[in-house]
């Protein structure tokens, strides 16, 4: 089982949508969770932190469920410039300064 | 504010040939780390540095060695470029709060 697991899409939504991406995580003792955002051919970018009581950020909200050991991303209103790769983070199980990407979703929103 | 600092953007290499990637953060973080990315591989990691004078192996670390010159600059070494080393190289720093910082990626073909 991978460490961080993501469906990796598409999401094609039109503008003004809301859309949620879900990611799992297989170690339980897991402390960091972030969520970045990943455009083509460029670095990665932290999108924010995800806390254990959850967060918001303008349009965008992030919840954790530890029970279940997943993480979410809520996207409200979504902007044609909110396409891109949104990539769920945590820290790995050897190592607090070590951090485990998952492979992304896409997210597509059209006109 | 540069934030992370990567040289070269690209470069190409013959198979056998070596090189050295260059990255250097002016954020005064303590840890510093080498990603590489291919294509619905995500994000793997080659090396990282905890703190100034250490280094330890990340998931690939095969091919490569690295440098922690000071706390501001991280090298990637390639001794003897292979085609499978072809990929996107990230510089990353992080300070106390876990979360990485990227710097804009070499982009490595070796043919």
């Known amino acids: 089982r991978k460490e961080v697991e993501q469906d990796p899409g598409p999401f094609n939504v039109p503008e003004g949508a809301t859309v949620a991406f879900n990611c799992t995580y297989s170690?339980?003792?897991?402390?960091?969770f972030f969520w970045y955002r990943q455009d083509c051919r460029k670095e990665p970018k932290l999108l924010m932190s995800?806390?254990?009581s959850g967060n918001e950020d303008g349009r965008f909200t992030a919840q954790l469920n530890r029970a279940s050991q997943y993480i979410s991303l809520l996207i409200r209103d979504s902007k044609l410039s909110d396409s891109a790769t949104y990539l769920c983070?945590?820290?790995?199980?050897?190592?607090?300064?070590?951090?485990?990407f998952g492979s992304g979703t896409r997210l597509l929103v059209r006109p | 504010n540069a934030g992370v600092t990567q040289t070269p953007k690209f470069q190409v290499l013959k198979t056998g040939q070596s090189m050295t990637l260059q990255c250097a953060q002016d954020?005064?973080?303590?840890?510093m780390y080498w990603y590489r990315q291919d294509p619905g591989m995500g994000l793997r990691l080659i090396y990282y540095?905890?703190?100034?004078?250490?280094?330890d192996k990340g998931e690939v670390p095969n091919g490569y060695n690295v440098s922690r010159l000071n706390k501001r600059e991280f090298s990637l070494r390639l001794e003897s470029a292979a085609p499978s080393q072809t990929s996107v190289y990230f510089c990353?720093?992080?300070?106390?709060?876990?979360?990485?910082?990227f710097g804009p990626g070499t982009r490595l073909t070796v043919t």
């Open positions: 990353a720093s992080s300070g106390g709060q876990n979360e990485q910082y």
């Open positions: 170690n339980s003792a897991s402390q960091s």
């Open positions: 995800v806390y254990s």
């Open positions: 983070v945590v820290n790995a199980m050897d190592s607090s300064y070590k951090l485990i």
């Open positions: 954020m005064n973080h303590n840890s």
């Open positions: 540095s905890a703190s100034e004078g250490t280094t």
